[in-house]
């Protein structure tokens, strides 16, 4: 019997799609809480010595509230992230360096064209009810989050090229996905961790997956616990449980972790890095193509205005926001995103403060002195408060009055309403991160915060979407982006590094270019 499937199975993506036919930060640790015992050391801590099983590990997260979700479909807050990155699983998965590999999938093959996709399913995969695993549990998920009538994020894109009449199961291992449109790069859409996989008779208030944990308990808000699945398909989890706390914010967590009551937290304040190191604890970073963006509503005043919109990007220091938000952890951004495709448009010109040129075009605009409310949180992440008061100093540059108001919490039934506020997104390719947040909620859009609308942009997304040819697919893109570039309403100041922090005895965090402490990977992780 192999005991180690899922190394066994971890291709690139180039090995992956050769595979499958298509065709087409360093980590920094020592010991901190001595009484926790362990060394620190790369991969979370703890040296050479190897990881021991047993314990419960506690992780601190900020940003929950009566709206959290055990729904794999739906997260929006970090907790939710972590809950399903957990207890679901997708067909494919992101690795460490952003490639994809298989998961729940055996292999997917495409057709020559694109349209028919085959996708067999990994044996001997169980549900937490012990339940197998099968194509049609793989169908029932992708009709739930690509409900065409009310797609769910994972499902945007895909909700507008299946053709569900045609898609079936053929048998308990094969699903034969059939498309509308050739559509070159299905594979990312499914290794989103919002297309976790669950079983037709799948009940969000008792949830079942396939994760390396199983749900025990959940108060939104508060804190959920899980246990270790014993019938988990790949290497079981150390930890015997995992509990997912939630605080108010970012200093409750980190005391939390400083007083030994957590073993880990995420998204740990940049101010904070050298205090925890300073006091003997553990500091994972990894280069990540995540963002926190300033996100204007192009379909109210003053935003509705293009030229309002590029001086506000020009009103922006990204240097200082670096420097003084991210304590230089980070990369300057360009009002895109998608730094790791291969098609990221890197030759259009690098945007700098030209408060002269900003104030040149608020005036054509009849906008000379404007006056704007920014909605921030602290659920968005630490950065994003911080973001808010230095751009407040710079816009004053520029003549304009910008006042900030924190929600708490910011994710309510006012988001996606905002004029102008704040958000936070994590890495994806291009078309993926295009269509989920600037396309409308008609054409797959879900978190469209801009309610930007343009035509021919999403005809050139839609356009690569569907073209084989990889050279052909970066020119449309660039295209894409140079619309986008002009005239968005996303300020795209940089590219923040993930940083998270862990106490000493915790081992087998690995830096990952996707989702913050390895992806959430906590099977991974001794304590």
Not at 328 to 353: C, H, I, K, T, V
């Amino acid at each position: 019997m192999n005991q180690n499937p899922r190394r066994d199975l971890q291709l690139s993506r180039r090995q992956l799609l050769k595979y499958s036919g298509v065709g087409v930060a360093a980590v920094a640790g020592s010991s901190f809480l001595a009484a926790c015992g362990g060394n620190g050391g790369s991969g979370g801590g703890g040296g050479d010595e190897p990881q021991s099983s047993g314990g419960i590990l506690i992780h601190g997260a900020t940003g929950g509230g009566s709206k959290d979700t055990l729904d794999p479909h739906q997260p929006v807050t970090n907790p939710d992230i972590a809950r399903v990155c957990n207890l679901y699983e997708p067909l494919l998965i992101w690795n460490n360096d952003y490639e994809l590999e298989p998961a729940l999938a055996e292999s997917i093959e495409a057709s020559s064209d694109a349209r028919t996709w085959t996708i067999k399913m990994r044996p001997g995969v169980t549900f937490h009810n012990g339940k197998d695993v099968t194509a049609e549990d793989a169908l029932f998920s992708i009709q739930r989050f690509a409900n065409p009538k009310a797609p769910l994020s994972a499902g945007g894109q895909l909700s507008q090229i299946i053709d569900f009449q045609s898609t079936k199961a053929v048998d308990p291992t094969t699903l034969k996905l059939v498309l509308n449109t050739p559509y070159a790069i299905l594979d990312t859409l499914l290794a989103e961790y919002t297309a976790g996989i669950i079983p037709t008779d799948f009940d969000v208030k008792n949830p079942v997956g396939t994760g390396a944990f199983v749900y025990e308990s959940f108060e939104p808000g508060k804190t959920s616990t899980f246990t270790r699945y014993s019938g988990y398909w790949g290497d079981p989890a150390f930890v015997d449980e995992l509990q997912i706390q939630d605080f108010a914010d970012d200093n409750a967590k980190v005391n939390a972790l400083q007083a030994g009551q957590i073993q880990t937290v995420d998204n740990l304040p940049y101010n904070l890095i050298d205090t925890i190191e300073g006091a003997g604890g553990g500091v994972l970073v990894s280069d990540t193509g995540a963002w926190v963006p300033f996100t204007m509503r192009v379909d109210v005043e003053p935003f509705s205005d293009v030229r309002v919109r590029q001086a506000m990007r020009l009103i922006v220091d990204r240097q200082a926001m670096i420097d003084q938000t991210l304590s230089g952890y980070g990369s300057l951004g360009n009002d895109l995103y998608a730094p790791f495709d291969p098609a990221y448009a890197s030759d259009l010109p690098q945007r700098e403060q030209d408060i002269d040129q900003a104030k040149a075009l608020l005036q054509q605009a009849g906008q000379e002195g404007m006056q704007v409310e920014l909605f921030t949180g602290d659920d968005i992440g630490s950065v994003a408060p911080a973001a808010a008061n230095l751009f407040v100093e710079q816009a004053k540059l520029a003549g304009v009055d910008v006042k900030v108001t924190k929600k708490t919490p910011f994710y309510d039934d006012d988001y996606l309403s905002y004029p102008f506020a704040q958000d936070f997104w994590n890495t994806r390719n291009y078309i993926a991160q295009a269509v989920v947040g600037t396309f409308p909620p008609e054409q797959g859009g879900t978190y469209n915060e801009t309610h930007w609308d343009n035509e021919e942009h999403r005809s050139l997304v839609n356009a690569a979407a569907r073209e084989l040819d990889e050279t052909k697919r970066a020119e449309l893109l660039h295209d894409a982006q140079e619309i986008e570039y002009e005239e968005g309403g996303l300020i795209i100041w940089g590219f923040r590094q993930q940083v998270d922090g862990y106490a000493a005895g915790v081992q087998g965090l690995e830096p990952h270019k996707y989702l913050p402490l390895g992806a959430y990977r906590f099977d991974k992780v001794s304590v």
